[in-house]
């Protein structure tokens, strides 16, 4: 926890605050380890199974996306802590800001444990195969310069997880007349964000080595799961505001009903203008609780969503197309 905000603090931030010197200069560096470090042992032949021989355009290549996606992870990293941080007022204004809200993003051992599982995955056969030192020293920079990477998928995954923690508390809801969102929107907003972060992050490593149509659909079917987390994440919060929705605009109806049944029950013109604003008011009340969002999220959200998910889509085949012509 950041002891000045209590807010939550992600493990690169931790590390990157305790660190000397300029942040950006540590930014390049750990985003570049994989590259400084891993590249040059296979390059040089330190692992008897590259034998010496490395495709080097195939490793610049990764070797930059690794670099893009780490910086991105780290700038998205801290965007979700900042606004995190923004969000303690209206968890206090829900009735819901309680120590532990959102505490996960700042979990240690979850990207130490998603860093240790891509490592061993990835060198498992230098691991398990014939282990040396520089196998060893190699896992250990691999472990490092996945971090970042291994921060943002702990993050992004914790902020849906809290997320459907948060849809699970008897909320106090905003004013409906005021906010459509009843206090939501910047709860939909941070999902929002993160899903975009983590695809910006993490969709040019998915397609570099996109070659067949099978990938493609292998691809369609990962950021669909994504996208379907991310509103599986708010659908309690779904819940409570259809529920909220239908008993405003049950009071409103009845509001309506009361004020209109006054107005005609004299039969008189005079009668029904004295009453008028009291149907002005009620009719007021009903297309405000009528306009009450069902999702926490606004329309351009909705847009947006679809514009990258449409953007990945055609990224994807215009990929597939240029490996296929040889680019």
Do not use: C
């Not at 987390?229 to 409570?240: H, W």
């Not at 926490?296 to 990258?308: L, M, N, Q, W, Y």
């Amino acid at each position: 926890m950041d002891q000045a905000s209590g807010a939550p603090v992600p493990l690169t931030e931790r590390i990157l605050t305790r660190l000397p010197g300029p942040r950006l200069a540590w930014v390049l560096i750990w985003s570049a380890w994989f590259g400084l470090t891993l590249v040059p042992l296979f390059a040089y032949g330190f692992y008897p199974q590259a034998g010496g021989d490395i495709d080097a355009e195939g490793a610049l290549l990764f070797s930059t996306l690794f670099v893009y996606s780490n910086i991105l992870s780290i700038w998205g990293i801290r965007r979700i802590q900042v606004a995190v941080s923004g969000l303690r007022e209206n968890l206090v204004a829900l009735d819901a800001g309680r120590e532990d809200a959102f505490s996960a993003i700042g979990r240690t051992w979850g990207p130490v444990i998603i860093s240790a599982v891509i490592s061993l995955t990835f060198m498992a056969e230098e691991i398990f195969g014939t282990p040396s030192v520089v196998d060893a020293v190699a896992t250990l920079s691999f472990l490092v310069g996945i971090l970042p990477i291994a921060t943002m998928l702990w993050v992004y995954g914790a902020v849906l997880w809290e997320l459907n923690r948060l849809g699970t508390r008897e909320l106090r809801f905003a004013p409906f007349e005021e906010d459509r969102s009843l206090g939501l929107r910047p709860f939909g907003r941070l999902a929002f964000q993160a899903f975009g972060v983590f695809v910006a992050a993490f969709f040019p490593l998915s397609v570099a080595d996109l070659n067949e149509p099978k990938d493609i659909v292998f691809n369609v079917v990962i950021y669909s799961v994504i996208l379907g987390l991310l509103f599986l994440s708010v659908a309690r919060l779904r819940e409570q505001l259809v529920r909220a929705r239908s008993a405003h605009m049950r009071w409103a109806r009845k509001l309506y009903g009361e004020a209109f049944r006054s107005a005609t029950a004299g039969g008189t013109g005079q009668i029904m203008r004295e009453h008028a604003p009291e149907l002005q008011v009620a009719a007021e009340a009903e297309r405000a609780a009528a306009a009450i969002q069902t999702w926490p999220f606004d329309a351009s959200a909705f847009r947006a969503i679809g514009a990258v998910m449409t953007s990945v889509i055609t990224a994807m085949i215009v990929r597939l197309v240029l490996s296929r012509v040889g680019l």
